[in-house]
């Protein structure tokens, strides 16, 4: 897939791939074998039609294409940017053995793209069933918000979102940079979910402006919690809330969603040092690093306490970050903050890991080089460790279970929470992982609540 | 933009600074004192912590009060009675927590007479003797006092520079009821955080408790960025959930302080951008 020069990207936040031509897609399209067993579909955590679809963008049938991969998938554009693809519907394809499997991801972005492009030769969507009359409430209009929004919207249900930010699209919107998922994308995916009826209310702290029991006294049926893992974590060591050391959220909440990069024309602004160290390996440190270049960092790190093999972000994000400058610092852990004595962060002190036996994780685990301290120069702190649960719905809700991490203990399959009439899905549940997974959640849960609401 | 929330009365109360009612009957529903809203104003504004200076929960309305200090407070400055802004969301943060301790201190600095008013009723209707302390820097300045004044049992007013009520600053009356002998069982300080501080060393030799509403810099206000942490007590707190309010004996001023400058030069800059654009307002 044609993508923007590294060189040239990297001071820009427009989108790094350009995407598929119609000539580029059509032969994609025709490497797909159609075999009869779709492995590909068992791979894709909410289960779209995958062949079929592909089938279509082979005729020619852009329209059918479409159909097809919303029938299963409220967000084609989202997914076809920033699923993990080569672990899920690609991973199982059987093409994989042969050679290189069928570029699923890349088919479906450009399905959705054309649709964009092309709204008005689109045939209206299948009518949808007669209201049932019974009310869900969604919190959080993130990718696991949206899909179960989306799938109860198709039973007929009335279905009304409450998203705590003045923006829909959660994590889509505050989290993922535009140069990889352009923010009109998300906006039109939203409003699709809108034309399905579904309602959704900004600026609603669920927890503080209602609570889930006021919503289920006040008409609700059923209530499915999509908050997401909204609170970042920190190192913990010395110096670390000297200026210029930021949460991985607020660097990315502030550029991507309050659109500091287009400071002053926009009012958020972001103090951007020379040399910015990012601390952490996955996607979201990749996505802190990469907005950092763009926004006009001359130096950038990536300091991760394991090494290369162990990093937990998309292996196609990290080369898209090594070909366009980033610095990696493996085996580095800080340990302390320096500060000019007015505050404002000067240097990181670290120390050097080597790696041991496996943890629980099954990743080999660091252990500090003894007598390996050095000081790191820099002047900006990005610290992306990983998120939990923001408590706020937990504490203010009486009986939800949640683990030791915070997260709301929930069934697998369906969603269904110890609590009556509340189900919960993605990060909430699991601890931050992908926009899929979440959306899978989603789509379980709905599957579910529409039994339980039709059981009524 | 879908919602918006519009502005049923602007008033100027004092040169600088603003009084908006807002239609916003979600919030006004469950809003209690010390708690916050974030308001921004349009598309490209940011988003900023304002404390609820008070609401309505039967006619649906929020009130709050501000000072213009940059852009975006100057822009705020600009609108009028039936304008609309893009987002208002709250209540945020814990309410202040109320109970009859006795005798209690309110101490109000400058424009925080606006957030101190609901503190100072709820500690009055709770029933504690409430004396309050109201300080500008000079007469111009000072707004509310008779509103204060009526949900105050006594209500002393200093000014910097004497133009108005007694000439000092607001730590002298209050080290002065302290020494009195009267017991005071609690102090609530707001204000800007140089006078916040200075009331937290008044008190702290007399062992009062004493709480203050801190006002770091913040974007979601929901527990989501950190931008907002502070330390109390050596822990690293966030104002906006795990505050506002906090025991003032134990807050790290000088870490708020330079946190709150964080972005001086990049508010020069969108101040100086903006009045390039708006000739008119330069």
Redesign the interface.
């Known amino acids: 897939m044609p993508r923007q020069d590294a060189a040239v990207r990297a001071k820009n936040f427009k989108e790094v791939a350009t995407g598929y031509t119609p000539e580029m897609a059509a032969e994609e399209a025709s490497r797909c074998i159609q075999c009869p067993k779709r492995p590909c579909v068992e791979g894709c955590p909410v289960n779209v039609d995958i062949p079929e679809f592909i089938k279509a963008v082979r005729e020619g049938k852009m329209a059918d294409a479409v159909t097809v991969l919303k029938n299963k998938n409220a967000l084609p554009g989202v997914c076809g940017r920033v699923c993990p693809q080569e672990s899920q519907c690609e991973a199982k394809c059987t093409l994989l053995k042969q050679k290189a499997p069928v570029a699923i991801g890349r088919l479906e972005r450009y399905v959705a793209d054309w649709e964009t492009k092309n709204k008005a030769s689109m045939p209206p969507g299948a009518p949808l069933p007669p209201p049932t009359g019974k009310k869900v409430a969604v919190i959080g209009s993130g990718p696991a918000g949206l899909t179960a929004a989306a799938d109860l919207a198709k039973k007929g249900h009335r279905v009304t979102i409450f998203e ?3 923006v829909g699209g959660g994590v889509l919107m ?1 989290g993922i940079p535009e140069f990889r998922l352009p923010k009109e994308i998300v906006q039109n995916e939203i409003n699709f979910v809108k034309s399905l009826g579904v309602e ?6 669920i927890g ?3 609570t889930i029991d006021e919503l289920l006294n006040s008409g609700y049926d059923a209530v499915f919690l999509g908050t997401g893992a ?3 974590m ?1 190192l913990g060591v010395p110096g ?5 050391i ?2 991985a ?2 660097w990315l ?2 550029t991507n969603l ?2 500091a990069y287009l ?7 972001l ?1 951007v040092g020379k040399k910015v160290a990012v601390i952490g390996g996955g996607n979201v440190a990749m996505d802190g690093a990469r907005c950092a270049l763009r926004l006009g960092a001359e130096e950038v790190y990536i300091v991760y306490r394991r090494s290369e093999a162990e990093l937990p972000a998309r292996r196609e994000e990290v080369e898209n970050a090594m070909e366009e400058g980033i610095i990696f610092k493996f085996l580095t852990n800080p340990t302390r903050f320096l500060d000019d004595g ?3 962060v000067t240097g990181m002190e670290c120390v050097e890991m080597e790696l041991g036996e496996p943890d629980a994780s099954g990743r080999r685990r660091p252990i500090v080089k003894k007598g390996s301290e050095f000081v790191m120069n820099i002047n900006t702190v990005v610290v992306a460790l990983g998120t939990t649960p ?3 719905i937990a504490a203010t809700t009486d009986g939800l279970n949640t683990t030791s991490h915070g997260t709301v203990i929930a069934d697998e399959h369906t969603g269904k929470t110890v609590k009556d009439k509340v189900w919960a899905g993605g990060d909430i549940v699991t601890g931050a992982a992908t926009v899929i997974s979440a959306m899978g959640a989603g789509k379980r849960a709905a599957a579910d609540i529409d039994k339980y609401l039709t059981s009524l | ?3 918006l929330y519009k502005i049923l009365t602007a008033k100027t109360l004092v040169p600088n600074i603003h009084l908006f009612l807002f239609d916003a009957p ?2 006004a529903r ?1 809003a209690k004192a010390g708690q916050f809203v974030v308001l ?1 104003k349009d598309e ?4 900023i912590p304002l404390t609820i200076a008070d609401s309505d929960a039967k006619a649906g309305t929020v009130t709050i009060v501000f000072m213009e200090v940059g ?2 407070t100057r822009e705020l400055g600009l609108l009028k009675t039936g304008d609309s802004i ?7 943060g814990l309410p202040t927590h109320i109970e009859n301790y006795g005798t209690v201190v309110c101490v109000a600095g400058g424009f925080a007479v606006a957030p101190v008013m609901p503190i100072a009723r709820a500690l009055k209707q709770a029933g504690n003797k409430v004396i309050s302390i109201l300080g500008a820097r000079n007469k111009e300045l000072i707004f509310w006092e008779d509103e204060l004044r009526n949900v105050s049992d006594k209500l002393i007013v200093t000014t910097d520079d004497g133009s108005y009520g007694r000439k000092a600053l607001v730590t002298e009356p209050l080290k002065e009821i302290l020494e009195n002998g009267e017991k005071i069982s609690l102090v609530v300080a707001i204000g800007p955080s140089i006078m916040m501080k200075f009331c937290a060393k008044t008190t702290q030799p007399f062992g009062v408790k004493t709480i203050v509403s801190l006002n770091p810099i913040m ?2 206000g ?6 907002c ?1 502070v ?1 109390v007590g050596g822990q ?1 707190k966030f104002a906006c ?1 795990d505050g506002p309010d906090f025991d003032a004996h134990q807050v790290d001023w ?2 708020l302080a ?2 709150q ?3 001086v ?3 020069k ?2 101040m100086e ?2 009045q390039c654009q708006c000739g008119k307002h330069s």
Request: glycine fraction near 8%.
């Open positions: 705590a930010l003045h505050y959704l209310v900004l600026d609603a702290v503080k402006t209602d909204g609170l970042p920190f670390e809330n000297a200026n210029g930021y949460s959220n607020e909440t502030r309050m659109k400071f002053p024309t926009y009012d958020t602004p103090h007015k505050g404002w923001n408590p706020l | 933009m879908t919602k979600r919030i469950k921004t490209k504004g940011e988003r852009k975006t893009m987002s208002l969301t709250g209540p945020l974007v979601d929901t527990g989501m960025c950190g931008c942490r330390s690293t959930v000088d870490l330079a946190r400058r964080t972005y030069e990049e508010e800059q969108a951008n903006w």
